[in-house]
């Protein structure tokens, strides 16, 4: 079959990958849709460094699958799928059901899976995956496979929200207008949240967190977002991952406020804790999300709660992706690039 | 009168210092007794790069007394005093009285000052200062003046334990026995939390520690403070303030803990947001006590719940302030040395 690689810096096609097999327990999917998620970009750029620092972190258990980014790294993890047929022993929905599921596949060891890179396990930027059966969840109300696959992210969104423990008569700041950014604007508005600031250079990013929800918008090259909440504490949303941009919240937000650092960094980063420490600020890193925030998610979609059509700025192919991965790093362009093999 | 200053990256001893007089709602003291606290070494050194990035920050109300660091700065936040006179119009416990205070100043315009680093207001490094009337506490059961001193220090280990909300059955990791470390093993002994693991290269600090309620005690240079908590969320405290501490705690720290920054770092730093963001962690920075807390650390400490006196290594006159400053540099030889002017 066909399917996407990440192999040096790059993404690739290759025409002739081995079929995914479903053992007990999963079942063989059809891709219909997924998403390329900025962290995509992101590793095929410095995924050797995230790869460095991941074997040096302490206080998980370590995958035993390692990664070798000297082969091709299967990838995609924003999808929605048709059912083609379940493995030994497993139950599915009938052939055909649009479904789509948390990124996780439980291996007969006992270790699960993140389904996101990997040089064995295929991912949704190919024509066929496995999934794990209870992972499924059916796409309802007849919502299209190519706004079904902005579940995952969007529940990124959720997730972080959820976290950061906001009321409705809490004020938002959120920095990045990029998907995760837009994700946990459309969240914030979800949960009611009355002041909800959100920053972003482009304008066409500030066009679409307004489209969210997003009850003020800010270029940062001109306003400062800070300057547009009312006086007291925030709760502030770093969706950037670039270095310098969290040491900047830092400096600007108010006394005990607190920062969810839910943008992606993987290189090192330097700050000033003393701005942290004067203004007793709290941080809580977010990522990912969990079962019921992945459905409600869904449900909010199909349900036309969130409006995630506006997000989706192209849909291709396989082919195209090579040219997905350029246009994705400008802004103005493009928003979300939906992938249909 | 006799005051120690700040100067030019040392500390010096004037004899000619104006005479502090009381205004409204203030009251003279006669300090009896004023520890010297690890930020007043780092001030005199790291001043100028504090107070840059102090005047960068936003989000706090910028304070209207300017220090010139080219000037004499006056300092000593951890004192006991003797009441001498009340300022017009206030009232005062009787002259004699032994009193500590919350190191705040009100002044007429409505700003608080906090007596610590200034070119005006006198610290508790000089014969005498003046203090607010409505911040004074008596020091109950006969306590000693120097050991009294401690109330501020130990209520900053306090302040940052009630912050972390940690629980009985909780597992603290404190990383570095300094002071602040020392205040926040007291701290979490006195709530009851069964296993506090303090960390610090020095024997003595450590002992110290042990002395104050850690269940164990460690040198990273030998072992991992990480290895000896069981299995699950830890709540961490950085109690160092060194550049690179926070980022190795954040490498160790398992899913999901907690880390309290009460270590007060005044220059940049360089971390690595990805160890924070795959393991989900949260971060409190901690500074100073609220009355609550300060009154409670006095009780303590007068009732005998927090022994401080082995924390006291050196009583000394205002003469030999240069020796101290220098000596505290070697955690071997000295903890808290106390100044009796």
């Keep these: 079959m066909r399917a996407a690689v990440l192999r040096g810096g790059g993404v690739h096609v290759r025409d002739e990958v081995e079929e995914p097999v479903p053992g007990p327990g999963q079942v063989l999917v059809e891709v219909a849709a997924c998403g390329i998620c900025g962290s995509d970009l992101?590793?095929?750029?410095?995924?050797?460094?995230?790869?460095?620092?991941?074997?040096?972190?302490?206080?998980?258990?370590?995958?035993?699958?390692?990664?070798?980014?000297?082969?091709?790294?299967y990838?995609?993890?924003?999808?929605?799928?048709?059912?083609?047929?379940?493995?030994?022993?497993?139950?599915?929905?009938?052939?055909?059901?649009?479904?789509?599921?948390?990124?996780?596949?439980?291996?007969?060891?006992?270790?699960?899976e993140t389904i996101v890179y990997s040089n064995s396990t295929k991912g949704g930027l190919g024509e066929r995956m496995v999934l794990a059966a209870p992972m499924l969840l059916a796409v309802p109300n007849g919502l299209p496979a190519h706004l079904a696959a902005l579940t995952e992210p969007m529940s990124v969104g959720l997730h972080a929200v959820v976290r950061s423990g906001i009321e409705a008569d809490g004020r938002a700041v959120v920095v990045g207008c990029g998907p995760?950014?837009?994700?946990?604007?459309?969240?914030?508005?979800?949960r009611g949240v009355r002041t909800i600031v959100a920053a972003d250079f482009s304008p066409a990013r500030r066009a679409l967190a307004a489209g969210l929800g997003a009850t003020e918008v800010v270029d940062p090259r001109v306003d400062s977002p800070w300057s547009r909440v009312p006086r007291g504490r925030v709760t502030a949303f770093e969706a950037v991952g670039v270095p310098g941009v969290l040491d900047e919240i830092l400096r600007c937000a108010p006394w005990r406020s607190r920062v969810v650092v839910v943008g992606v960094c993987m290189g090192a980063d330097t700050w000033h804790p003393y701005f942290g420490l004067n203004k007793e600020l709290s941080l809580d890193f977010a990522i990912g999300y969990s079962p019921d925030e992945f459905g409600a998610t869904l449900h909010a979609i199909a349900e036309g709660l969130i409006d995630v059509a506006p997000l989706v700025t192209a849909r291709i192919g396989l082919d195209e992706l090579p040219w997905a991965f350029a246009a994705l790093r400008n802004p103005e362009e493009h928003c979300k690039i939906i992938v249909e093999p």
Tied chains: 1, 2.
């Design 42 to 73: 992101h590793f095929a750029r410095h995924g050797a460094e995230a790869q460095a620092l991941g074997a040096r972190m302490e206080g998980v258990p370590r995958p035993s699958r390692g990664l070798d980014l000297g082969q091709d790294v």
């Design 75 to 112: 990838l995609g993890h924003e999808f929605a799928c048709r059912i083609l047929e379940p493995g030994p022993d497993t139950e599915a929905p009938p052939a055909g059901t649009l479904v789509t599921a948390l990124p996780f596949l439980p291996h007969p060891g006992g270790e699960t």
């Design 180 to 190: 995760v950014g837009l994700a946990v604007v459309a969240a914030l508005a979800q």
